[in-house]
């Protein structure tokens, strides 16, 4: 396990940044649909979800972590769908800051793991950091609808959507 001050072996590691996090003015929604916001840093798989998810919401795209993170905070999502290895920013940090800064936002990850973090131990750690849904790669299309169309109505029915 790593010390206080080093960098966890394997994963890329951002410090939390609560203190350093803009302001909560976000864009106002455009439409009644749901938001969903979908970080994925594998074009086909990126260009995939766009294609299935398009019809249960609004779906905004980032290609890594960072970019996902600019968009969570300066536009309203109601679900992020994020993978966890990817470049410049790996998705468990997305989804442990995106807990401290909207928690009420649904969280869905996918992750096909790789030889150092098998996707079975990188989809506990998700559930551990706050994800409320994790799919390994390859997931069954009907499968990823349904979790999202369940996610979607848990939160429309708690009343988070703005």
Known sequence: MAGPGTKPRGLEYLPMLEARMPSRSR?????????ILVIEDDPQILKLLQEVLRDLGEVIIASDGMAGQQIIHHETVDLVITDILMPR???LSVVRDLRA???????????????????????????ITGAD?????PFAVDRLRSEVSRLLE????AGHME
């Open 27 to 35: 864009h106002p929604r455009k439409t009644a649909r749901p938001r």
């Open 89 to 91: 920013r790996e998705g």
């Open 101 to 127: 800064w909207d928690p009420h936002v649904k969280i869905m990850v996918i992750t096909g793991g790789d030889r150092v973090f098998p996707a079975d131990i990188l989809a506990n750690v998700a559930a």
């Open 133 to 137: 849904v994790t799919l390994k790669k």
């Open 154 to 157: 848990e939160r429309r029915t």
